[in-house]
């Protein structure tokens, strides 16, 4: 299907590569004008010329950064119909080696970085009185987690319960607000971190039998873009190949 997006004018942030790329291409093919934001000028403005979108470099840990991007938006399309905060961190690490200043980095990009997106965006969804906001949540912190991830399923955690208060305060104005709660993509953050018997035991681990990629998640996020969506606010999808459901080891067995 084609232009489900057509006319609308998003902002992805944390676009270069990942899951915010493959969310930025999705939008295109579906009609969308894009402006891109990243942290990242090695991938992010090549990105962008990919896809046919503006790039502008934030760190989105710094509200200033945040309302420049909406700011770039409304100067080439006047306008903000989709925000997407996508920009996540996810150092492994555990809490006993954690400083305070690695904490603070975590929360900065990821939880008061959404916080800024959603501060920034509203001013002129707003005005429009009417807007989406989407937010890249995870299955980590909110429904599981494992060693080493103690900061980034706080922020995870911390994210969905802003997705609900926003959405309440927000409802007024005619802004929806919603998040994805990815299982595990395989992205280049992950493949930078992870080797690959991490990705073998994690296909193991996965009922659909494979990690996600980038467009799986995308599709996600399209649905909440898209009118079809509308009357939706304040949730999450879960996009993890059912991660979640096994209660134990022996799910691929099968009763007799
Ligand atoms: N890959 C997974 O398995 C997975 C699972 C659940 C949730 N997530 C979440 O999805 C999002 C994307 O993950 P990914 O795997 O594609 O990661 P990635 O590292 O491949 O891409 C992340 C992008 O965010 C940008 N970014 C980082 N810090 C930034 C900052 N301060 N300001 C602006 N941009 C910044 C990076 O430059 C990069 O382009 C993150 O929020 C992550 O927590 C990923």
């Not at 093919?29 to 402006?35: D, F, I, M, R, T």
């Not at 060693?147 to 929806?176: C, M």
């Not at 991490?198 to 799986?216: C, H, K, N, Y």
């Not at 009357?231 to 996009?239: A, H, P, Q, R």
């Amino acid at each position: 299907m084609t232009g489900r997006l057509e006319g609308k004018v998003a902002l992805v942030i944390g676009a270069a590569r990942g899951i915010g790329k493959g969310v930025a291409k999705r939008f295109a093919e579906e009609g969308a004008k894009l402006v891109l934001a990243d942290a990242d000028t090695k991938y992010g403005p090549a990105t962008a010329d990919e896809l046919g979108a503006v790039f502008v470099r934030i760190d989105i840990s710094r509200m200033e950064d945040a309302e420049t991007a909406v700011a770039v938006a409304l100067e080439h399309h006047g306008r903000l119909d989709i925000m997407v905060q996508n920009a996540g961190i996810y150092p492994w690490q555990l809490i006993e080696n954690t400083t305070s200043e690695d904490w603070d980095r975590v929360m900065g990009v990821n939880l008061r970085g959404s916080f800024n997106a959603a501060r920034a965006a509203l001013a002129p969804m707003k005005r429009q009185r009417s807007g989406r906001m989407l937010f890249t949540s995870s299955i980590t912190g909110p429904h599981v987690t494992s060693p080493g991830h103690g900061h980034y399923s706080a922020t995870k955690a911390g994210i969905n319960g802003f997705i609900r208060a926003a959405a309440l305060e927000f409802s007024g104005y005619g802004v929806t607000v919603n998040g994805v709660e990815p299982g595990n993509i395989l992205t280049e953050g992950v493949q930078e971190q992870r080797d690959a018997a991490f990705i073998r035991s994690m296909e193991d681990a996965i009922p659909l039998g494979r990690l996600g990629t980038p467009q799986d998640v995308a599709n996600a996020f399209l649905f909440l873009a898209s009118e079809e969506a509308s009357y939706i606010t304040g949730t999450t999808i879960i996009v993890d190949g059912g991660q979640l459901l096994p209660e134990g080891a022996d799910f691929r067995i099968l009763p007799p």
